[in-house]
Every structure is written in structure tokens, then in C-alpha cells.
């Protein structure tokens, strides 16, 4: 921040700016800082109260190329300009901005604010919905949790009135008559810049239009915006790239989020790490690592969350009579392969795999982990496949290693975890439901029908097979991590271990746009808002922040929970026998599970996999070809660790269940 001292310009200092091509309507109102060089300032036209530090430095331009510190070409008014700023060949002018030091302005057509700004904030975004009625406020530190809230509790009039006059509260202390550039900032061959302000260090290079918005940046999270973009009433977190003719309007972009290659977005909101190119959005949520990376697909009127969007992917709420009401949901962790169509309203359940074009309405919330297929003009569901999917394993641990969010205070609160209480509650309605579709259904059946998708007999009874295998498997990971944190050497020590510390983890879960809650923890959380115990959108943050740092608590009761449900005693009170049956069951549904993954990865070096390798040669020069670029199943990382963990899980529990026998 600036904190020279400033004072009037001497006789002889006006002489010299005026022998430089300077003027001013008032030279009374230009102040400078010591000590002045009036050598750096040169054809400047001067109007209102302009405040100046000392240029005395030199800027380095791409390529190695430096130029002088100062001011030259360019029409400032109401300007404070920060030490060592450069600012050259300003087509028009420079109006209501504090510039802080190390800025770079080169050839940029006009900056400008004009009146009270609120630069973005307080911007009401239609998401989800064409037709109106989730309007959520966006702000420089909206996370996806508090959107979620803002725009899908609509129904809940007393929370939504209290986020909402704390929005208002935070837009109201940032609305100014001045905007910023922050330190170290470069805007760099750009056209018009209206009521925006912009942070330190950001890159904003060969914009076309920017009006009313904010580009939050710093050193250690810098934001890029380039070339002919154009952006209304928005909002770039830090981190944030847009760019290569983006057209941005009524949009929130996240911490780490890219946009670009024509990409074309309005009335929608991108949370962290998601990636836009080529498509075009409209009127989405788009939670954490939302993906889409083709021309031909579009996002339109839905809540998606570590989706991945595949090639002429679609959606559409045209079967309507009333206008465009209707919306989708698509639950975190699902993927559309190419060409894939889906008709709102819609619901697909978590880490789904949607295929093909799907003309009717349905909802397959409770049988997650699932493939929903096309065939002859109908939705087949295929329940659970997607848990013994190689590519459903890489996706869960691809996420946290392409978090690249820099900045120490991050919105987002996320949790990775393929297999959570909130998965394993689905998973848990999914045996359930699948059994009295099968029961209900008669043995003679062998199609079903469910809330508008089919499921043939053979794939309820793998899916059935497959989800009480992964819940095996889930609960087994939870206990054993928590025997692992230590020796253990009595029983007593053993029970003392799985004393609850945070009990209300039981019951169902929340997923909030990345963050998990157990559903009593959240309704305390809305209480506590509602009732004003949390006064600031701060407050809220860091209050969700601690909710996090407690997941694997919360966790362990919800798992707790479940051998009270099912086999009426408590982890606590759990014998010898107990433990080992329990890792026993565990370390079998490990080893069945890791034994379907690998073989789905095999199949990519089968020979069906080798088509279009080994151009000009035999077989033996395609098998080489192939070995050459994809390498072999042997060889695979990814298999080799699977491989290599399920021998390290099988000494794990051969070590437990030996300790529990000598207990």
C-alpha cells in the first residue's frame, strides 16, 4: 500500500512537467512524493486530485526488454499512483483509481469508475433454473458451500433472509468511488475497463471489455485474464485464468478455475479448480472440478460437482409450457460420455456414468456408482458397475493432485473421499431399494422399472453383489485406520479408541458442493446462523472450516452407527472375535474389489486396444508399436500400485487379526 508522504509541486517542477508536454486544470491539486523526477512524466494531461509517488526503478517488459519507471502518454483524473508505477500510451483516460506500486498500464484504451461501484459484487446470478427463483448474490469470497445454501434452500425463508442481508452487508463495505490496481498488476494492451478493480499481481492482457467486476489476486495466487475477452458483472477469484475470447456475463469463476477457447458462460457460477473450453454454459452451478473441455458441449439450468462432461454432451428443458423451469441435478462425481443427452428434470446419483440420449424423466439418487445406458430409446440403469471401474478409483485420487489452488486462504472446503458416509448412506438405500424391486417384482421377472429407468434381473443381482462388497470394504477402511494409529496393547486401550468424540456424525449426510456434513451437524450450523451466532460471512467460513478439520470424527460415529444397526453392538464393545471377522470380511472385499479394477484396467492393453498401432508392420510390430506408447499391463503404474497396496492391506490385516488373537 501507498504510505508516502505527499506535498505540493514546486514553480519550477510545473515549468518542467510543462516543458514535457504536461498540463493540468488545477496544478494546485497535483501532489508529488520525494524524491521527484520530473524527467518520467511526459505528455500527461492532469485533472481532479492526483497524488504521485517516485519513479526512480525500471520495468522489465517479455523478452528481457526494460523501460524507465514513470508516466507518459496518458490523461489521469482523481488518481492516487503508487512508487515505481509505469503507465504508457492511455488512448483516452485514467479516471477514480488508486494504482499501487510496481503497476504496469501500457496501451490501454480507458480505465475507469464512475460513481459508487460495488466492482461485481452484489450481482444476482440465476443459476440453476432459466425461469428465476435461485438468484444467489455473488461476492469476492463466495464459496460453493454458501451458494448452495443461497441458491437450493429457497425454501428455508429465515436462512435465506439472514445470508442474504450478510451479503449485503459485505457489499455495502465494498462499494467505493474508487477502484484499484494492485500492486505489481499489469494490464497490458487491453481495451475498455469500467468499475473494475483489480489485485496485485494480476496479469490482464489484451482484453477487449470489462465492466463492473473484480479480479482478486495476489503474489503467491495470481490471476491471468487475456486476450479478447469480454466480461460483465463478474467476479475472478484468485488463481483464476480466463482467457483466448472467453465471453463472461453475470459469472462467479473460482479460486484455480479456467475458462477459455471461445468459452461462453452467463447467468453461472464455477467453484474451484473447474475447467471451461470451447462450450458454453447457461445458468449453472458448476461445484469444484466441474470439466468440460469441447465446442460441442453445453451446461444448461443444472447443479453438477467433480463432473466431467464429455464430448456433444447436452441438456435441455424445452419439453416446458410455462417457460424454462425445469432443472437437473447431476450428484458429484458423475460423467457424461460424447454425444450424451439429458431431457430436464433429471437426477442422476452420485459417480454415475450417463450414455447415450435420455428422453425421459428420471431420478436414480439412491443407486449410486452406477452406468445409465441407452438402449432403444430407453434409460437402462446398471447399479454399482462404476465401483469396480478403474477410471472411478484414478478420478478420486486425480482430484487432490490437480488442486491448484495456491492461495493459503482457500473458499473451499473439499473432501476427495470416494467412499464417505454420505456415498455410504446411498449405497446402503441401494441394497435396500434393489432388494424390494427383486422382492416385490416376483422371481419370474427379469426387467424392473424404477423411477424411470430399467434395470434387467442379471445387473440388479452384480449391483446388489458389488455395493455389499464396497460397504464391506468402506467399513473395514474406517476401522482399520483407526487400529493402525497406534500399538495396542489392552483391551481397555482398544476400547478407549473408538470412544466417540463427536457423536452426531451418525444419520444422514450432506454434501454441500464439495464440503460433507453430517445432516445434525448442518441443522446446528443453520441455527447458529439463523439465530445470528455467526454475524459475518467470516464467521461462516471459518465455522465450515472446522466442520472440515472434524470429518474423520464425524465419520467414525456414522460408521459406528452402522454395526449398532446391523449387528447391535457398538465399535467399543467389540470382542477379539468381532475384530477379526470384521477384518477378515474387510480384507476379502478389498482383494475381490482391487481384482475387478484390475482386470477393467487390463482391458486397455487388450488387443482390441492395439487397432491403429504398428501402421506399416505385423502383428509383432504392433504389439512393439503399442508396448512403445502405452507400455504394458505389467508395467502400469496404476496397476502395479493397486497390486502393490492389496499386498500391503493383506499383511495389514494378517498383523491385526494375529494381534487380536493374542489379546
Known sequence: MMKNKHRN????????????????????????????????????????????????????????????????NAALHNCRVGDDVFIRNIGSYISN???????????????????????????????????????????????????????????????????????????????????????????????????????????????????????????????????????????????????????????????????????????????????????????????????????????????????????????????????????????????????????????????????????????TTDLPFSYLIEDGGESILVPAVNLRSVGTIRDSKKWPRRDKRRDENKTEFLTFHLLTPYTGEKILRGIKLLEEIRDNAGFSSQTFYYNGVKIRRSALQKGLEIYRLAMKRYLGNVVVSVLRQGAITSRAELSSRFELKEPHGAGSWMDLAGLYLPKFVEDEFLSDLKSGQLGSMKEIHDRLGEYHELFEDYELAWVNQVFVDERGVALKDFTSENFCELISEWIMAVEKLDRMRCEDAEKEFFHTSKMGFGIDGDSDVQDADFKAVRGSAEENDFIMELKERLILKKQSAKQLIDLFSNL
Open 9 to 72: 509541486l514546486k514553480p519550477d517542477e510545473v515549468k518542467l512537467l510543462e516543458l514535457q508536454g504536461c498540463t493540468s486544470s488545477d496544478w494546485s491539486k497535483v501532489q508529488t512524493s520525494d524524491p521527484f523526477n520530473s524527467a518520467r512524466i511526459k505528455n500527461v494531461r492532469f485533472s481532479g486530485d492526483i497524488k504521485l509517488g517516485t519513479f526512480q526503478g525500471e520495468t522489465e517488459f517479455f523478452g528481457g526488454f526494460s523501460l524507465p519507471t514513470g508516466i507518459e
Open 97 to 363: 483509481y488508486r494504482i499501487e506500486d510496481r503497476a504496469v498500464i501500457d496501451d490501454v484504451q480507458i480505465i475507469a469508475v464512475e460513481g459508487l461501484a460495488t466492482f461485481g459484487n452484489g450481482v444476482r446470478v440465476q443459476v440453476i433454473n432459466e425461469a428465476g427463483g435461485r438468484e444467489l448474490p455473488i461476492y469476492n469470497h463466495l464459496s460453493s458451500h454458501i451458494a448452495y445454501l443461497l441458491a437450493l434452500y429457497r425454501h428455508d425463508e429465515e436462512l435465506l433472509e439472514k445470508l442474504e442481508s450478510l451479503v449485503s452487508d459485505y457489499v455495502e463495505k465494498h462499494t467505493y468511488k474508487e477502484g484499484e490496481i494492485g500492486a505489481g498488476a499489469r494490464l497490458l494492451n487491453c481495451g475498455i475497463i469500467k468499475n473494475v478493480t483489480i489485485g496485485g499481481h494480476a496479469l490482464v492482457q489484451g482484453t477487449s471489455i470489462l465492466e463492473n467486476g473484480t479480479i482478486l489476486s495476489k503474489e503467491s495466487a495470481p490471476s491471468r485474464v487475456g486476450s479478447n475477452v469480454i466480461a460483465r458483472d463478474f467476479i475472478f477469484s484468485t488463481d483464476s485464468r480466463v482467457s483466448e475470447n472467453t465471453i463472461i456475463c453475470k459469472c462467479f469463476v473460482g479460486q484455480a478455475t479456467e475458462l477459455g477457447r471461445q468459452y461462453s458462460a452467463e447467468n453461472s457460477v464455477f467453484f474451484a479448480n473447474c475447467a471451461g473450453f470451447h462450450g458454453e454454459a447457461c445458468a449453472i452451478f458448476a461445484g469444484p472440478y466441474t470439466v468440460t473441455h469441447h465446442k460441442s458441449t453445453l451446461l444448461i439450468a443444472g447443479l453438477y460437482s467433480f463432473m466431467n462432461a464429455g464430448s456433444g454432451s447436452n441438456q435441455s428443458n424445452h419439453m416446458y409450457k410455462l417457460g424454462p423451469v425445469h432443472q437437473g441435478i447431476v450428484e458429484r462425481g458423475s460423467k457424461t460420455s460424447s454425444d450424451s443427452y439429458m431431457l430436464w428434470p433429471m437426477r442422476v446419483g452420485a459417480f454415475t456414468l450417463v450414455m447415450g440420449r435420455h428422453t425421459g424423466n428420471s431420478d
